[in-house]
């Protein structure tokens, strides 16, 4: 599961923007949506025999998303469950050595598990966010294939001076606001201050507000109807 955010990405929203509504004196801290997404990669070579789910759609944990053509795999194992049958009784009739009974019996479960890898089961409840290869493609172990995000909870980053800081401890409640959806109002929590400082980027400060430092923290959001996505810009309004 990624959950690290990329130096790019942090660069694109370490941005303190201290944003004033309505002449009250009131300031937002501007951030980025994101979600765990997991990625899901082939565990065997194969062709792509389809996608059995599209981008967007809902998956349940455990729900099939990719079908990959492995007709040789299923032939071993098939082999591989016929030997195995006959070296069960030659083992009961006391023909066949244990040893050789413990390798039979690997060769056949380990067939019918790479036999089981050639379907793609999503590890998460969420949604379908990328498909990366196409119905024929040639795929190796260890090909990107999906990603699927958890938007059952989301978050963003915002960063924040030191003085404002202080006032700040994980769990305290805070709003949130949609600028793209009328400002429509959502609650979260602040749910980690990274304790490290960093420096406010060049490109978007004054160059007295440059000097100074500001800190990462993490806002939580529940987001049961799926309203906040990830790339959604939110604002963050923090208690005085």
């Known amino acids: 599961m990624k959950k690290l955010i990329p130096a790019a990405l ?5 941005a303190l923007i201290a944003l004033k509504v309505g002449g009250g004196g009131d300031f937002r801290y501007s951030g980025t949506i994101e979600a765990t997404e997991t990625d899901l990669s082939a565990r065997i070579s194969g062709v792509i025999d389809r996608y059995l789910a599209r981008e967007g ?12 053509d492995c007709d040789d795999l299923r032939l071993a ?30 060769r056949r479960d380990d067939s019918e598990l790479k036999v089981r890898w050639c379907t793609v089961k999503s590890p998460v409840s969420g949604r379908l966010l ?20 958890d938007l059952s909870e989301v978050w963003a980053y915002i960063y924040v001076p030191h003085d404002t800081l202080a006032g700040l401890k994980p ?46 923290v993490k806002v939580s959001f529940p987001n049961k109807g799926e309203t906040l996505k990830p790339g959604m810009t939110v604002e963050v309004e923090l208690p005085e």
């Open 57 to 68: 759609d809902p998956v349940a944990a455990g729900e099939a998303l990719i079908s990959i």
């Open 10 to 14: 942090i660069a694109a929203v370490a």
């Open 171 to 216: 769990g305290m409640e805070v709003k949130a606001f949609l600028p793209e959806a009328g400002d429509m109002e959502f609650a979260g929590r602040i749910s980690v201050i990274y304790p490290e400082a960093e420096f406010t980027p060049k490109n978007v400060q004054t160059r007295k507000e440059r000097t100074r430092l500001v800190y990462a």
């Open 130 to 149: 990328y498909s990366y290869r196409e119905k024929g493609e040639l795929v190796s172990p260890g090909v990107k294939l999906a990603t699927v995000a």
């Open 77 to 106: 194992a098939g082999i591989a469950s016929d030997d195995f049958r006959r070296a069960e009784e030659l083992f009961k009739a006391g023909s066949l050595s244990r040893e050789n009974y413990d390798r039979l019996k690997y």
